[in-house]
Every structure is written in C-alpha cells, then in structure tokens.
C-alpha cells in the first residue's frame, strides 16, 4: 500500500515485549459496576469522583488490542519514511509517558510539542494522557514572541520540537528543556534517544505502571491556536490582546472524538489523511478519533497538493479535514481527478466559501455538505449530510440530508448544503440569539431567541459536554465567554423554520453600511477566492471591498484588465444582492494572506485597506 513499508525498521524499544498487557492501573476504590460517562462535575481542584473514568488513550489500547498489526500510522513522503503498527505505536507512546515522567514532568503540568503533522506530533496526543500532563500543541506559523508568550503563560515544563522548527524557539527567554526529532524514526534521532530512555526507565512495568486519572474532568490539552486576526485564541482576545489558552477535558476530547467517528461513519476501513495541523484546535479530536475508529492516519509534514492527489487517488483515503481555500487548491489542483471511491472531507469556512465549494463539487458530479467550526464541511462523491463546530473540541452539528433534495436545482441543493444544521447526539443546546443584556459587565445577559424565520441575525450560543473547560489562567475572560449560562461562539447566524442554523459571518466581520449589514459578495466563474472587509465610505460610513483571486484557467482573460473585471463582478453581485451589499470597490490579488491553517487573515486585508 505503501511504498518503503516493508522496508522500514522501528527501533528495538519500539518493539512490545511478550505478553504485553495494554491495560493502565486503575485508581483505588473504584466499584465494579462503574465506568460512567456522565459525573458530577465540581470546579473543585480535586478530582469530582474517584469513579469518573473515561479516557481518550483507551481508543489506542483498544486498538492494538484488536488490530496490533494494522498500520496506524504512515509517514512515507518524509526524507525518512517511517510506518507504525498499532502494537508498535502503543509501545512508543508508553515510552514517551514514561520518558516525560522521567523528565520530571508531574499530573498537569504541561508539556509543549511544535511539529507540522509528524508521528511525533501524533505520539504526544496520546503519551501525554498516558503521562497525565497537559499537551500545549503550538502553531509553527506564530512569531517568536507569540511562542515565547504561549510558553511563559502555559508554564510548559518540556518543549518537544521538530527539527525545521527550532528557529521558533531559539533566543528565547524561557530556559526549558527540549527534545529535538529530526523525523526518522531511527537509531540516532534525539526524539528516539528520549523514548529509548522512556522504555528503560520503565524497568517493565509496562502499562500497568501508568494510573488512569480518576478525573474525567482532568485537562487533556491546551491549545493556542492563532486565528483570522493573528492574534487571537478561539475568537476572543482580552484587552492586552493576548492569544488565549482553550483548556479542554479528557472527558470533552472522549465525547467529541466518539462523535467524530458516528457522524463521519468512521471504521476499519478508513483511511485519515492528516492535511490539517494537529496543532489547530487539537486536531478537532480526531488524534483520538482515528484511534477508536481503529483508522490509519497518514501524516504529511505540509500541504502539498501533488502529493495530496497521490494519496487520494493511491491510498484509500476516507477522511480528510482543511480550510475551504486548501479544498479549492485541491479541487483545483494540476492532478485533481473524481476519486474511485467516496472520501469525506470535514471543511471549516465561511458560509460563502463553503457555498461556492459545495456548488462547485457538485459541477464536478460530487455530492457536497458542509457545517461550520468556525464551521464544517463534508464533502462525498455519492453521500450528502453536513456537519459543523462552533469553537469547541470539534464538529458540533450536523445537516441531515433529505430525500426532496435531489429534485432541487444545483444551487437550491448546495444552499440547503450549506447549512450547518442541528446539534451532534453527544452536543448540547444550540441556539442563535441576541442579549437583552447587552451591557459588557453584566454576568447573565439574557439571552432572547431570534424567530425561525430564516432572515432574523443572532449570535450562536452553545452549552454543554463538547464546550471547553475554561480559558486557562484567565478567568474574567471565561466569564465573558460564559455570559448568560452559554458559550458565545460570536458566529452570526440564522434560524429556519425547520430548526436547523445557518451562519452567515462573525460578528467582528460583519460590515455595517447606512445601518444595515451587508452580505458576502455572491460568487464569480473567474473567482478562485474572495474576501470582503469594510472600507470607510463617506456617505454610508463604510462599503465593502472584495479581495478577489482569479482561477487559473482565466488569469490570462483578465491580464491588464482587472478594472474591467472589477466593473463584471459588480454587475455580476448586483444580480444577485440589494444595493448595499454589493462590493464598492474590487482588487484583484495574486494570492490571499492566510493563516498556516487556511483562514484568510483578514487583518492583513483591513491595513491595507487603511492605506487606501
């Protein structure tokens, strides 16, 4: 299936000794009858109850238990290609709980890894759990102030850091151990070298020497994942403008992770391609989601459309999740072809974006869906049904497809696509809403309920067990969040008549001309991508302005003439969208500005806009 497997070696520590048993020690006192789901929650420091016992790292044991010689993950388009059975992956992440905890490392303390998608990166999710720390994935697109900050505020005791990385940290301040892997999986490699050590510090106690926590309630992971502005965590920034810490629970990443896989029909059979970064959001949970999926993961170290289409087209891929910009590099990418077989692809964007994809899916004859997570798409050859997140571990809704849709026009069908839907079975209460409220220092905030009339704007709110546990060190700021008993997600979004959302922008980007709120320009057949921001307007107070892409196929149709292109999409927009939101101004770039997992940074737009 994979070239160089058969060739590939694991490190002798790698290798599970006879009779290994794949079983952590369970906690004291605990009865029999027990392991519940549901327990009594306390914001008590101390555990809620020593019979509160469900854990994502029990995914992986399952597993190589049941398929010890499935592949469970593949890292072959590395300098190194390296494979690792379950049985063999197990092992390895033992090694790594026990490495940390020879390191010094104690139950919540922190450990941080910088990686793009390795094995290294996908080893963490799981050994540290296994360790009972706290894992502190950090995007490698931020400055090295921005780590410096997530280092100091997370208080990481250990630094786990792929080798193309390290400029990230060198000269910081912080003095904090570091791992170095140099992403080869052999003899030699510093990152081996550690877990060598984690295996022989272990003097074969195997699993049995690592204690489940009792605490279903206990911190999983602590992301600060850098969004749209650059600088903010999950949509909210403090008054400093400071990145935020998501600090989320074994118990919440359980829940999501078994909703990852009953909503995206996840099994045996699936392959999960790893195009989005398992440091943005924790990997909406599918580390763990692959994991009780018995999946194998494929890691690719960047986004490389070439070699996305290989493995496409070559390795039974099922699952992938992205950008909606990284879906429109592949669906147009130089090798892009219709798969042999369905693969669902979990897209997060903007409604618009995920409209344009969906319609243009289903031109090419594939059955496209979406939600949203900042939102979520599923796209299938022959399967339709959305899903979305709001913020949170991961996919939090879905759109349930029904049969009247068939009958519907191209774009009647991907608009109904589009839609982001109801709650997940292991979600909570969604809602979209406005504050009576809405004074900044108020602890409540009543919240009131738009009418289901399609048309009325609110924010969503959302409670419940797939919400994250607190913003960590910040509590005012998790107040805020928290306002009114819900979680404000800041989507703005509508309520149909049929129960079901559909988000139409962020607050923060809604543009408001003559006091009203302008739509997102429609979509183009020459437009490959589009952004709009506000621009200050002297009779409306401000307009929008379109950022616009061109598709390939027709870059050469507009050489020279991107004012005659500005004046055909206006005309196009003012077809389809009441005056005021139609774009007032039209500039046509060569590429967008994004983040490292997709998003269009919108703040770079608005300086340039502001130098306008």
Known sequence: MFPGLDSFKPTAESIPPPGNVLRLRLPQHIPVNYHPLVSTYTSSPQPASPSTLKNPLEFLLRAATIYPTKIA????????????????????????????????????????????????????????????????????RLTRQEVTYILEHSGAKLILVDSEYLHIIEGTPIKIPV???????????PYEQFLSDGRRFSAGKGWSGLEMDADENFPSTLCYTSGTTGRIMYNFVNSANRLKGVLSTLRGSYLAAVANVVEGQMSADSTYLWILPMFHAGGWTFPWANTLAFATQITMRNVDYSLIWKHLLHSKVTH??????????????????????????????????????????????????????????????????SCIWLNTYGPFTR????????????EGRSKLMARQGYSFATASDLRVVYRADESPTGPEGELVDVPSDGTTMGEIVTRGNIVMQEYFGDPEATKKAFRGGYFGSGDLAVMHSDGSIAILDRQKDIIIS??????????????????????????????????????????????????????????????????FACPEWVQVVQELPKTSTGKILKIELRKTVAKL
């Open 514 to 579: 003559g006091g009203e709120n302008a739509s997102k320009l429609s979509s183009h057949p020459h437009v490959l991508e589009v952004s709009v921001v506000a621009r200050p307007h002297k009779k409306w107070g401000e307009r929008a302005m379109a950022f616009v892409t061109l598709h390939p196929q027709h870059v050469s149709k507009w050489e020279g003439k991107h004012d005659a292109f500005a004046k055909d999409l206006i005309a196009h927009a003012r077809k389809r969208l009441p005056g």
């Open 179 to 189: 791992v170095i892997c140099n992403d080869t999986g052999r003899i030699g490699d």
């Open 320 to 385: 992938y999740c992205g950008a909606p910009t990284v879906q429109i590099g592949i669906v147009n990418a130089p090798g892009a072809k219709r798969p042999s077989s369905p693969i669902k692809a979990f897209i997060a964007g903007t409604l618009k974006m995920l409209f344009e994809v969906s319609t243009r899916a289903n031109r090419d004859h594939r059955r496209c869906t979406h939600g949203s997570s900042d939102r979520f798409l599923r796209a299938n050859r022959d399967y339709s049904d």
């Open 73 to 140: 993950i593949a890292h072959p388009d590395a300098k190194a290609p390296a494979f690792y059975a379950y049985s063999i992956w197990a092992q390895r992440v033992q090694n790594l709980a026990y490495a940390l905890i020879k390191a010094g490392l104690r139950p919540r303390d922190r450990v941080a890894v910088i990686s793009g998608n390795t094995p290294m990166m996908a080893d963490a999710f799981q050994g540290a759990i296994a360790a009972r720390v706290v894992l502190t994935p950090i995007n490698i």
């Open 399 to 410: 759109g349930y497809p029904q049969e009247a849709w068939a009958s519907l026009s191209l």
